[in-house]
């Protein structure tokens, strides 16, 4: 099992996302956006979640990082439609305070184990940042 | 590096807008001195974009935090800009690296601070400091754990 730590606007957590999927192993997803850098990260982060309630968390976050150029509200309803989800429901939920706290707590658990980049990956406990690499692959392998 | 329980030296620095910052401006309340570097070199970027997603956290314990590095007033300015952050950035730059030196963080060789993180009490004491290795990012975690270990009273 992995637990990643990334943000849904940040180009290298797309190339991660790519990496892991064609990996065989169960990922846990944690956001941690960094909207200095990324001023769209928390808005995604919330979409995300938002669908999640619906139960189509892994195919919004799967939509977004595949395709980080579109990343403005009309095209966040677009994909909502795509997935069928309930797009009043999904607009209520994303701008939602639980939301909200559900995505800032993923963040302050990633401050915690101390993530300061990402993607950042942990596998069992001990954190791989970066693009997953060789030696993320090595540990992968030699895992229990 | 300075120890803690030592008197943090003083200093007044001009920040990014050329406003005179001064470490006794903070008594009273505890301020983190976060040096570093050089502005936009690749591991400082990433260090104040994390420290500027933390802020809210810190601002919720009253807890002040600045940037020092030895770059110019209008280099801070430009690389304020560029990161998108509101952390005050102060330039030890004339005369070069002095309060970084007070600090015991002047590289000679590199002229250049290390990596430095000073705590500093609400009485003007250094209560923690850590130097980060070479090219790694200390964490907002390190800074978290000094402050929950050091409550002042």
């Not at chain 1, 706290?101 to 596998?123: I, K």
């Not at chain 2, 570093?36 to 974009?49: G, K």
């Not at chain 2, 430009?78 to 007070?102: C, M, S, W, Y």
């Amino acid at each position: 099992m992995v637990v990643e730590y990334a943000d849904l606007e940040c180009p290298y957590c797309a190339k991660a996302h790519l990496i892991l999927k064609a990996l065989p192993v169960t990922r846990v997803f944690r956001h941690f956006p960094v909207t200095s850098k990324h001023p769209r990260a928390r808005v995604l982060a919330a979409a995300a979640e938002a669908a999640g309630l619906q139960g189509r968390f892994w195919e919004m976050h799967d939509s977004l990082l595949e395709d980080q150029g579109h990343q403005d509200d009309p095209h966040l309803w677009q994909r909502a439609e795509a997935l069928g989800l309930d797009l009043e429901r999904f607009e209520r939920e994303r701008r939602s305070a639980g939301v909200a706290e559900r995505v800032e707590r993923d963040f302050r658990s990633g401050v915690r184990a101390g993530v300061t980049t990402t993607p950042t990956q942990f596998l069992a406990g001990e954190a791989h940042p970066g693009v997953p690499g060789a030696s993320f692959r090595a540990a992968l392998r030699s895992g229990p | 590096m300075i120890e803690p329980g030592s008197a943090a030296p003083d200093f007044t620095l001009p920040d990014q807008d050329g406003k005179q910052v001064a470490l006794a401006d903070f008594r009273g309340r505890r301020v983190v001195l976060v040096f570093y570097p050089s502005d936009f070199s690749p591991v400082c970027t990433d260090q104040l974009n994390l420290y500027q997603e933390v802020l809210p956290q810190f601002e919720e314990r009253g807890v002040a935090l600045v940037g020092i590095s030895v770059d110019g007033a209008f280099s801070h300015k430009a690389f304020q800009k560029q990161l998108n952050v509101t952390i005050p950035l102060l330039a030890d730059f004339h005369p070069k690296g002095e309060v970084a030196r007070a600090y015991g963080l002047y590289s000679e060789e590199y002229g250049v601070a290390g990596r430095g993180l000073v705590l500093v009490g609400p009485d003007g004491t250094v209560d923690w400091a850590y130097l980060s290795p070479p090219l790694e990012v200390p964490g907002a975690n390190l800074i978290f754990d000094a402050l929950d270990e050091r409550t002042p009273a």
